[in-house]
Structures are given as C-alpha cells and as structure tokens.
C-alpha cells in the first residue's frame, strides 16, 4: 500500500527557514497530485500546498510568497520550502495523497517556529 513518510521539522526562529520532505513508498508520485497539510495546537487540520502530477502548484494564502513546494521524481519524495517563518506556522505538518478515492496520510513532522 502507499506510505508517506515526512521529514524536516524541528525548532526554527521568527524568520527563519525550514525544508520539509515527504518520502513515498508503494506508488509513484510522479503522475499524482500531492499536498501538505498542517494543524496547530487546538486547530483543525489545514490545508498549505498542492502539487499537481502536471507540476501545476497552489498554495492558501496564508503561505502563499513564503513556502515552496516541489517535486523529485528520482527520489520519489515532495518537498515543502518554508522561509519567513512565523510563530503562527507552529503545527504538525503531514503530506497526503489519494489514490482509488483513498486518502493517504503521513504520521507527520511537528515545526515550531519560537524565539
């Protein structure tokens, strides 16, 4: 079955910067859309970026200008570049994927972004 493994997290200062990855096993990436998510202590899970099998990306405002997403198809792994950290991007961050109208979920990598 399809496994998504994140990486990345840790602590990080007001402005700095970060890079997540999202390791796939059991599927190629390449050809799906691929998302990360995120939730803050006492939150609801949030949606951050998508890149689509196409390379075509969004992103929710709250991002948008400061994280990157991308893809590397040798590694089969998706990435997420966040700079301009704030306190706010404190969560636990998780990529997903849907295959056959199921969802699939890392256990995610937790970020907190304090001084």
């Known amino acids: 079955q399809v496994q998504l493994v994140e990486s990345g997290g840790g602590l990080v200062q007001p402005g700095g910067s970060l890079r997540l990855s999202c390791a796939a096993s059991g599927t190629a990436l390449s050809l799906y859309t691929m998302a990360w998510y995120r939730q803050a202590p006492g939150k609801e899970r949030q949606w951050v970026a998508t890149?689509?099998?196409?390379?075509?990306?969004s992103y929710d405002g709250s991002v948008k200008g400061r994280f990157t997403i991308s893809r590397d198809n040798a590694k089969n792994t998706v990435s997420l570049q966040m700079t301009s950290l704030k306190p706010e991007d404190t969560a636990v961050y998780f990529c997903?994927?849907?295959?056959?109208?199921?969802?699939?979920w890392g256990k995610g990598t937790l970020v907190t972004v304090s001084s």
């Open positions: 997903n994927t849907r295959r056959n109208a199921i969802d699939y």
């Open positions: 890149i689509g099998g196409g390379g075509g990306l």
